[in-house]
Structure formats: structure tokens, C-alpha cells
């Protein structure tokens, strides 16, 4: 659902422009940026965590940090529930193997990777028929996609690999301190072409490459589906990650992948503040922000030097007061709503695909009640069955997943499972509605001062790795303010137009 595949390794020496000290993050009152800056931080999912921790790890210690989050717990869309005493993800569950932000910060935060589950094939659905099925022989699964989807499939999958290959370029470019004031920017940058896929929809790339209509209609529509719940008139930079969605060796954090908000938190020197709504954000006119926050019933009031604004705003509704243009308009943009139903319970029959020892069903067509039904496995290790309140020991059910466009009803329920014991609902404003092409990205400067704007990359693609690179990116566009250096653009934005300060491929390696 949110993963993405990055990779690629590069030693830069970036022109940096001389250093010069300006005015550009001064505020109107004159008033220039302190070096201990107040910083607030709106959001405790895996991107609010990571941008307290990579300030950290940039070496700013000094300031106030100050976390807010609307829940009780960290991890935003990153979330497990429990069933029989065993823990589940219900958000994003899969990690790509070239994401080098979050195996780098497993590793360095001592969180363990899973371990994997026997790879388990799927069946496509359309029109209520089953129209494909993997086999647990690989050799004949190869076979069917070649018979029914031709080359395409292999060829669709090497060229969003070498659109990686660009984009991995991200890694080299923020070790070198280099941010970007726009995705779009940030896009370009590593590639025109890469920035170029946001214009056009996944369709029309698809028809360049020369597809199958059929491989276009099943499969890679199955895909889109299950990752971003539309359909392939989505862009195609989401489109692409989509894709690599399908790659081989997704992974997950052992007890959940939550576990790395939580461990980004713990060591950064944030001060974390749980069940606090930051209901609007007020331009003082005096260089500052004023937060009204409710918390424990109260509301009350913080200022700071720096808000960093890390949950989407279409479904924070956050209000914004007393600034000279509105940072963020809302009604632009919509979420797309995908309901998560986790339950333990016995399928039916023409839904298990036994003979084929199948464990997920897909469908490419948005006329049906779900968009996939896939047997999912707990986030710790194997271990035995806790007793529930009463002392009884609670029998192991398979516990299945099923996204849909809405709720569930219990007729619908009906039509998959014989036996259902237990239900849990998941309602999650997943991921962008796509559907906006071109995509005119939001900047992650939303005021062109010190309101900073961390999800605006989900609007290229939503994933844990872009929330990743999005904190980096935040977090060196603070260091600049607080070092007082003008940006290091390669790339900038500017009336819609991209002005090419410098060649990222002309770049000494
Ligand atoms: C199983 O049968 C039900 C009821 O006839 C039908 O609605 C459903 O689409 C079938 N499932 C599959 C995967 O074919
Ligand atoms: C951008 O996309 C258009 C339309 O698909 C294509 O004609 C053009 O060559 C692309 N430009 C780059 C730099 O990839
Ligand atoms: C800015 O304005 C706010 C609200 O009026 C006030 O509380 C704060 O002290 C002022 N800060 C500075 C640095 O003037
Ligand atoms: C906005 O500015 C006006 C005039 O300076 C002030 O009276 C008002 O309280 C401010 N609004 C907020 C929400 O702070």
C-alpha cells in the first residue's frame, strides 16, 4: 500500500552557491531567524518522527522541539491492531528493499526486520470471474503471464526500475545538504523525465510502452488498485511506484511498523505531546507563529519560530489566521478513503483458490464491493495464543484483510466468509486522489517563510520511504534557515516554469 523501491549510490560535489548573507528568511518585521529556533512539529507519524530526528542528526541540539499529536499514540497511518492477542498492521505494511532511508534507520535505531512469509501467490478478478492465477510453481506462473499479458509485464517492470535508478539519486544529493523548495523541483532535479510522469496519466504511458490493452486492463489496474485504490488514470509518477509495489522482497518491521516512528521519536530531542489538537496556526506579523492547541479540554495557546506541518491537511482541517495570502487551500485536493476490515473467520469455498495454494485475491474492476481480500500474518514472531479476560484460550483463526472503497456490510461480508469471528474496521484516509493530471504540487513552503509543509511530496507518491526523504528534506531546508544560507537549488520552479540552475549529470562524480 505505501512502499516504494529506491536505491543507487553516488558520490557528488554539488555547486553550492557562494555563501551570502541575505534577507530571504528574514520575516516582514525584519526580525531574523534565531540560531536556537522554537519548533513546532504538527504530526507524529513516520514523517513528523524522522524530521526531529534528522534536525538531530544534522547536528542542530539546540531549541525546543515540540511534537504534537492529535491520537494517543505515535505512528499515524502506521498502525497494528490486535486479534486473540496477536498484532496485525491495518495501514502501510511494506517497506521496499531499495528504500535506503528506512533499512539505514533499522539499522541504526536496533529495530529488526521481519521474517518473511512463505511468498504466496494471488488471483485476479473480473467480472466476478477469476481471469488469472499465480501458480506455487514459479516456472508456470512465468508461463501463464507470458500466454496472457505477452513481454510487457518484464518490460514495464526494468523500465520503472531504471526511473528508480533516477530517483535514487535523492540519497547522494541530501547527504550533500541540497533541499528543495517544491516536489516538483525536487523531481526534476534528479530527472526531467522522472518530474515529467506527474503531467501525463499512468494510461498514456502505458500506451507508449506499447502494452497489451489486457496487461494494462488486468494486471497493472489490479496493481494501482491494491497500492492506491484508483484506477490507471492516475499520474505517472504514482503510477510507477505502483508498480515497484510489485517487486520482489517487500519487507516489514518486526512487531509492526510503527516501531520506527516510535524508535525516530525516542531518539530525537523532541519533547512529544500526545492527545494535543492543533486546531489553527496564526501569522503573529511579528516573525512567529501562534498554535491554539486542545488539549486535556483546554485550549491553549504556543508561538514558535517554525512550524513544520506533518499530517495531510485535507484531513487535519487545520485553520489558518491573520496571513496575507491563505497558505493552503483544502478544496483543491481530496484523500482517497480505502477501509481496511481485518477478520478472523473461514472463507468460502470460490474464494480460497486452494488448488493453487493462493493467499490474495485482487480485482481490476471498481464496480466490485473490494478492491482485494489477502491473508495476512501477525507482525511479531510466531508465538502462542494469549487467554482473553475470561481465562479462556482463544482459538487460532486465519485472519484475513480486505480493502475496500467503503464499509463493509454485513451482506458483503457474507458473500467472502462462511464463519466470521471477529471484525475490526479501519477507516483511513489513505493516500491522495491521484487523479489530478498534470499535478501542480503544493510547495513544502507554504508561506514562503517558516511554514513548512511535509506531505506535499505525498502528492508525487505516498509511501513510508517519500514521508522519509520528504523529513530529510525539511529538516536541511531548517538548517538552512538556522545557518543563515541561501538555498542550494540545482533546480527551481518558478510561474509554473523549471529553471535549470545546474545539470545534475554535469556533476564531478
Ligand atoms: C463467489 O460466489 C459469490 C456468490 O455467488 C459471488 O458473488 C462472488 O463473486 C464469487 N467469488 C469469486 C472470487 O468468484
Ligand atoms: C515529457 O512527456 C511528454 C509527453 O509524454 C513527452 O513528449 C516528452 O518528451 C517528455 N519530456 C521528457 C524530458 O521526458
Ligand atoms: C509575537 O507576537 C505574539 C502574539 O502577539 C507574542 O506572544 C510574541 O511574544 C511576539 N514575539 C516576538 C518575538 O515579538
Ligand atoms: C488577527 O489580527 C487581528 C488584528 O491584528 C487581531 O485582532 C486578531 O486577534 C488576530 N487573529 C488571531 C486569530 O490571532
Same mark, same amino acid.
Given at each position: 500500500m505505501y512502499q516504494l523501491n529506491l536505491g543507487f549510490c553516488i558520490v557528488l560535489t554539488l555547486f553550492v552557491r557562494p555563501y551570502e548573507c541575505d534577507t530571504?528568511?528574514?520575516n516582514d518585521a525584519g526580525r531574523s531567524f534565531p540560531a536556537s529556533p522554537k519548533i513546532a512539529i504538527v504530526g507524529a507519524g513516520v514523517g513528523g518522527a524522522a524530521v526531529a530526528y534528522f534536525l538531530k542528526e544534522l547536528g542542530h541540539n539546540t531549541g525546543i522541539i515540540d511534537l504534537y499529536e492529535k491520537s494517543n499514540a505515535i505512528g499515524g497511518r502506521l498502525h497494528t491492531v490486535d486479534l486473540y492477542g496477536k498484532s496485525y498492521e491495518t495501514g502501510g505494511s511494506i517497506i521496499h528493499p531499495r528504500n535506503q532511508y528506512a533499512q539505514n534507520l533499522v539499522k541504526k535505531l536496533n529495530l529488526r526486520k521481519k521474517g518473511r512469509e512463505p511468498s504466496s501467490g494471488f488471483a485476479l478478478v473480473k467480472d466476478q470471474q477469476v481471469v488469472f492465477t499465480t501458480s506455487s510453481w514459479n516456472v508456470l506462473t512465468l508461463m501463464r503471464i507470458l500466454w496472457r499479458y505477452g513481454l510487457g509485464f518484464n518490460h514495464l517492470m526494468s523500465v520503472t526500475n531504471s526511473l528508480i535508478d533516477d530517483f535514487s539519486r535523492i540519497y547522494s544529493v541530501q547527504q550533500k545538504r541540497v533541499s528543495y523548495e517544491n516536489p516538483y523541483e525536487l523531481l526534476s532535479a534528479m530527472s526531467p523525465s522522472l518530474a515529467n510522469l506527474t503531467r501525463s496519466t499512468f494510461k498514456r504511458f502505458l500506451k507508449e510502452l506499447q502494452l497489451k490493452e489486457i496487461l494494462i486492463e488486468e494486471l497493472v489496474q489490479a496493481i494501482t488498485y491494491v497500492n492506491?485504490?484508483?484506477?490507471?488514470?492516475?499520474?505517472s509518477f504514482a503510477g510507477s511506484i505502483a508498480i515497484a509495489?510489485?517487486?520482489?522482497g517487500l519487507w516489514s518491521i518486526e512487531n509492526g511498523n510503527k516501531q520506527l516512528p516510535r524508535a525516530l521519536v525516542q531518539a530525537s530531542n523532541a519533547r512529544l505531546l500526545l492527545n494535543? !489538537? @492543533?486546531?489553527s496556526v496564526t501569522d503573529n506579523q511579528n516573525g512567529t507563529y501562534g498554535l491554539k492547541v486542545t488539549s486535556d479540554q483546554k485550549l491553549i495557546t504556543r508561538h514558535y519560530d517554525l512550524v513544520v506541518l506533518a499530517n495531510p491537511l485535507e484531513v487535519s482541517q487545520i485553520e489558518f489566521f491573520?496571513?496575507?495570502?491563505?497558505?493552503? !487551500? @483544502?478544496?483543491d485536493r481530496k484523500y482517497h478513503r480505502t477501509v481496511a476490515t481485518i477478520v478472523a473467520g473461514v472463507l468460502r469455498e470460490n474464494f480460497t483458490m486452494a488448488a493453487e495454494k493462493v493467499e490474495s485475491l485482487f480485482t481490476c474492476?471498481?464496480?466490485?464491493?473490494?478492491?482485494s481480500i489477502g491473508r495476512i500474518y501477525p507482525v511479531d514472531s510466531p508465538g502462542t495464543i494469549k487467554a482473553d479476560a475470561t481465562g479462556e484460550k482463544q482459538p487460532d483463526y486465519p485472519v484475513y484483510k480486505i480493502f475496500s472503497p467503503a464499509p463493509l456490510t454485513e451482506k458483503q461480508l457474507e458473500i467472502i466468509f462462511l464463519q466470521v469471528h471477529l471484525v475490526k474496521v479501519f477507516d483511513w484516509k489513505a493516500y491522495p486522489e491521484y487523479d489530478r493530471v498534470p499535478e501542480t504540487f503544493p510547495s513544502f513552503v507554504l508561506d514562503e517563510r517558516n511554514l513548512l509543509y511535509l506531505n506535499s511530496i505525498e502528492w508525487a507518491a505516498s509511501a513510508i520511504e517519500m514521508s522519509l526523504i520528504s523529513a530529510k528534506n525539511i529538516a536541511l531546508l531548517i538548517s538552512q534557515r538556522i545557518d543563515g544560507n541561501e538555498p542550494s537549488y540545482l533546480s527551481r520552479v518558478e510561474d509554473g516554469k523549471l529553471i535549470q540552475d545546474g545539470d545534475i549529470n554535469k556533476i564531478e562524480l
Open positions: 530571504r528568511f528574514s492506491y485504490g484508483q484506477n490507471a488514470g492516475i499520474h509495489g510489485a517487486d520482489d494535543a !489538537n @492543533v486546531e491573520n496571513f496575507t495570502r491563505l497558505p493552503y !487551500n @483544502v478544496k474492476d471498481s464496480s466490485e464491493f473490494y478492491t
